[in-house]
T-cell receptor
Framework: DTAVSQTPKYLVTQMGNDKSIKCEQN?????MYWYKQDSKKFLKIMFS???????INETVPNRFSPKSPDKAHLNLHINSLELGDSAVYFC????????????????FGAGSRLTVL | GDSVTQMEGPVTLSEEAFLTINCTYT??????LFWYVQYPGEGLQLLLK?????DKGSNKGFEATYRKETTSFHLEKGSVQVSDSAVYFC????????????FGAGTRLTVKP
């Protein structure tokens, strides 16, 4: 059973289109994330949700809109796609330990490679 | 804000060579530190972690010690294998109830037979 699964794995689309990437985790974690990895492997956090509530919203164009229908799902919708949106998008989840008692370990999905033509 | 800086790659080694990938951090509190590994075509996986100063994380022959005095968490392995070829990310989590995780730029390691 895949712990963090994202679909689709590959997505090729034209500039200006709207697309979504879905993520589901079966670990019972409270927190989910979206990261963007560029061609140089640089990993940048985009959003973080805790129990369906947005808690991290980095400087990301408002064409990107996360949606969390429940704490096991965090979807990413992208409007008006641009060439610069081409990247691998990773979903991750974690369970935050009580203060001072542990560490926040992320479990990642396999990634969704988006190519905008 | 809190951040990590790791040595730029790529790093190319022969099998059985000694590996060091440097990582230093900047943090206002008492962060937890991590190394994640990304094999080709896959997502990141936790390699090891340390939650407080002087802790040593270890896994699969890799080690890293949380050094507060030098704000470092260098990754080492005594004898690398071809199967260790991957991209390695140093990461920091501020701790407490802060869910944030900040990654370094990644270091690509290639091990040749």
């Amino acid at each position: 059973d895949t712990a963090v699964s994202q679909t689709p794995k590959y997505l090729v689309t034209q500039m200006g289109n709207d697309k979504s990437i879905k993520c589901e985790q079966n670990l019972g974690h409270d927190t989910m994330y979206w990261y963007k990895q560029d061609s140089k492997k640089f990993l940048k956090i985009m959003f973080s949700y805790n129990n369906k509530e947005l808690i991290i919203n980095e400087t990301v164009p408002n064409r990107f809109s996360p949606k969390s229908p429940d704490k096991a799902h965090l979807n990413l919708h992208i409007n008006s796609l641009e060439l610069g949106d081409s990247a691998v998008y990773f979903c991750a989840s974690s369970q935050v330990f009580p203060s001072g008692s542990g560490a926040n370990v992320l479990t990642f999905g396999a990634g969704s490679r988006l190519t905008v033509l | 804000g809190d951040s990590v800086t790791q040595m730029e790659g790529p790093v190319t080694l022969s099998e059985e060579a000694f590996l060091t990938i440097n990582c230093t951090y900047t943090a206002t509190g008492y962060p937890s530190l991590f190394w994640y590994v990304q094999y080709p075509g896959e997502g990141l996986q936790l390699l090891l972690k340390a939650t407080k100063a002087d802790d040593k994380g270890s896994n699969k022959g890799f080690e890293a010690t949380y050094r507060k005095e030098t704000t470092s968490f260098h990754l080492e392995k005594g004898s690398v294998q071809v199967s260790d070829s991957a991209v390695y990310f140093c990461a920091l989590s501020p701790g407490g109830n802060n869910n944030d995780m900040r990654f370094g730029a990644g270091t690509r390691l290639t091990v040749k037979p």
